[in-house]
């Protein structure tokens, strides 16, 4: 499996903010996705790291490429950062 090298709390940040943004609830989004929700809990929270095709999966469920999905945990990685 292929592991993302952020820290977990920028991945689920960046997962929530883009979920809520998009007026997602968890519920709807871990269905769309096709994960648990309590996975999705556990990633936003930052108590699970998210696997290369679970980010996929979210990405998918987003409607956007995986890329642009990992592009905004860069952007928050470089605020974090800061």
Known sequence: MIYLLWENNIVGQTIRSVR?????????????AGIARTHLTMI????????????????EAFDMRPSELVRKMEEAEEKWDK
């Open 20 to 32: 809520k943004a998009k007026g997602m609830s968890q519920e709807v989004l871990s269905g769309f």
């Open 44 to 59: 936003e929270c930052g108590t699970k790291q998210a696997n290369f095709s679970t980010i996929c999966k979210i990405a």
